[in-house]
């Protein structure tokens, strides 16, 4: 049996691809399906989109992904492949350690490739390695102490606010969405920090996020009446397709006489690019706060190393492997 991987993620592709593959995933998946049933599996987090599969052996492996690369040709500009059970084998304990991810050492990914992992749909020898990967990925936190780090993209965001705005009171942020950032940010609010949860579609998970941080809660049809007061907006929804629009925002932006800071945390984005080009409207994506995760990064390298170290030492263990520094598993094969 031949494990491999096709995987796109913020290293290999821009913003723009990633969400245009990530609204393809659905189709990814049901071909590769009809091509060998019960044979891969596809993980979509908010920022990768990546295929696991089983083949007889490494030619089939390799005419699968050509036809998969033939019928989605952004797959072949933009993906890495991994080939065989041990170097895919650490990708997913890299990946469940948070090595891989933007935010490096992130707590939010395990959580995520838990609930993937544990599906009843995957085949069963791509469920077991994840379940090894998984299992060994917590001791791998708890020894380097990332599992002890705090931080995550919401103290990025309200870091970088803070920076940038200096008001005698408060700051009003409202947060568009009631997923898995919006609990990021409810349960990490700073004093200082006002926030209001507006629900595109989960009225009630609006009203527990604005309870839990004692803050305040709004529709979308309200948002160009509350922008007018807020200092920040944060877009991280689920929806395939534009929330906002320039012509959204426009109009309330020629009534607050000061800047408005955006931050659209989703994959695809929720906030139409061309909103950031509106005089008075300063928009991020994950691609622009890239710098400053990195220096995030930078300063708990200390612990992502040690992990780094760790991953190497599991696949000792494993496989035998000789520790190598820089992590060569990204055999891109197009």
């Known amino acids: ?17 990633r969400e245009h593959i990530y609204r393809e995933s659905k189709a990814i998946a049901g071909f590769c399906e009809s091509a060998g049933p019960r044979q891969s599996a596809l993980l979509a987090t908010c920022n990768r989109i990546e295929l696991y599969g089983i083949a007889d052996d490494r030619d089939e492996a390799f005419t699968r992904a050509e036809k998969l690369f033939n019928t989605f040709p952004d797959l072949r500009r933009y993906a890495h492949v991994v080939h065989g059970k041990r170097d895919v084998f650490r990708h997913a304990l890299r990946l469940a350690a948070g090595l891989e991810s ?6 939010e990914i395990l959580s995520q490739l838990e609930n993937w992992a544990f599906k009843a749909d995957l085949p069963f020898t791509i469920s077991r ?20 780090d705090m931080d995550n993209i919401s103290t990025i965001v309200f870091n970088d606010i803070s920076s940038r705005i200096k008001p005698k009171g408060g700051l009003r942020l409202i947060v568009v969405g009631t997923g898995k950032i919006a609990e990021l940010i ?15 579609k989960n009225f009630e998970k609006a009203k527990r996020l604005a309870g839990r941080s004692d803050g305040e809660v709004a529709l979308l049809k309200d948002l160009p009446q509350i922008i007018l007061k807020a200092d920040a907006l944060v877009c991280a929804t689920s929806s395939p397709h534009f929330v ?28 139409e690019p061309e909103a950031g080009n509106i005089e008075g409207i300063l928009l991020q994506d994950l691609d622009s706060l890239n710098s400053v995760i990195l220096e995030n990064n930078g300063r708990r390298r200390d612990r992502i190393d040690m992990a ?10 494993h496989y035998g492997d000789v520790y190598d520094k820089e992590y060569q598993g990204r055999n891109a094969i197009k």
Not at 129 to 144: M, V, Y
Not at 186 to 200: D, E
Not at 246 to 271: H, M, N
Request: charged content about 30%; glycine content about 6%; overall charge positive.
């Open 244 to 271: 906002l629009k320039r012509e959204d925002l426009s109009g309330a932006i020629k009534k607050r006489g000061r800047p408005l800071y955006i931050y659209d945390l989703a994959v695809p984005r929720d906030i």
């Open 129 to 148: 390695l994840w379940h090894e990967a998984l299992a060994l990925s917590k001791d791998i936190r708890i020894r380097s102490r990332l599992d002890q």
């Open 308 to 317: 780094s170290y760790l991953v190497e030492e599991a696949m000792r263990i």
């Open 102 to 107: 933007q935010f490096q050492g992130e707590k």
């Open 186 to 200: 409810a349960n990490c609010r700073p004093v200082n920090i006002g926030l209001t949860f507006v629900a595109r």
């Open 1 to 17: 049996m031949f494990f491999y991987l096709i995987g796109v993620d913020h290293k290999s592709s821009p913003l723009s691809a």
